[in-house]
């Protein structure tokens, strides 16, 4: 995978905001989450209310989950009681993917106001849709749209994390690993001051036989790792939020007390 230039990482000006700091959270089936999951939204949630620059807001159309027994977007049963409602916001759909969200992410951006995007898409598309060229042709006019919508927009991109199809489709994996070379250019490339775009790094401790439920789709385990690659990317580039908090997390979500 091709490195992120410097350029790319450089620290920026805080956001600045009379009110509080606008976060949408845009994907695939990894983000909506299916009806009985916590989701990584409710870990980023959980970081930016205990965040000391706050408050922090999450924003976006949708609020709803997944219901695997109906096959539509459209459960509220969270597996955390204590997410509110309103910050339960996003824009992200099962079996969505760039070649979805591009069309409906200037509307979206317009209506809900946010100041940051944090994007985990990809996967779905090169599973399904179009391959890396393709994939990365609609991340740029999804880009292209948002900007559009708000020319200050900032935007976090997590690169797709290959799921179990790799480990037996070489090709897949191929493609997978293509489109994240194409997105660290798209990134390096298009990163403005106005508009400056990051790209997350791969989580570290990410490992689909422990951090999914079925090598695809986030564990708690998992959920915390994704959450961690966006709040690190924000605060080490532009000191926006903490550190997440690290490795605890993990563990606890791991022996089931998270």
Not at 14 to 35: E, L
Not at 112 to 137: K, M, N, W
Request: glycine residues 8%.
């Amino acid at each position: 995978m091709a490195q992120v230039s410097i350029v790319t990482y450089r620290r920026v000006a805080k956001i600045g905001h009379d009110d509080a700091m606008r976060f949408m959270c845009v994907g695939d089936s990894m983000t909506i989450g299916r009806a009985g999951d916590f989701t990584w939204r409710y870990r980023m949630w959980q970081h930016l209310a205990a965040a000391a620059d706050g408050p922090h807001e999450l924003v976006g159309p949708r609020t709803a989950l997944y219901d695997a027994d109906t096959g539509t977007a459209s459960s509220s049963a969270y597996a955390a009681d204590d997410f509110p409602p309103p910050a339960r916001r996003h824009l992200a759909g099962w079996g969505e993917g760039w070649l979805h969200m591009a069309p409906l992410i200037a509307d979206a951006v317009t209506a809900h106001r946010p100041d940051v995007l944090l994007v985990s898409l990809g996967l779905i598309d090169l599973g399904f849709y179009t391959d890396s060229a393709q994939t990365a042709e609609n991340a740029g006019a999804f880009l292209t749209a948002a900007r559009e919508a708000n020319p200050h927009i900032r935007v976090v991109l997590l690169p797709v994390i290959p799921n179990i199809r790799a480990e037996t489709d070489a090709p897949f994996a191929a493609e997978c690993a293509r489109f994240n070379d194409l997105l660290a250019k798209t990134v390096a490339n298009r990163s403005t001051p106005p508009s400056p775009l990051l790209l997350a790094s791969h989580p570290p401790a990410y490992d689909i036989h422990t951090s999914t439920y079925d090598g695809t789709h986030p564990n708690p385990t998992g959920e915390h790792h994704l959450a961690a690659a966006f709040a690190d990317a924000m605060h080490e580039a532009w000191g926006v939020g903490g550190r997440y908090a690290g490795a605890a997390v993990a563990a606890a979500a791991t022996s089931g007390t998270c």
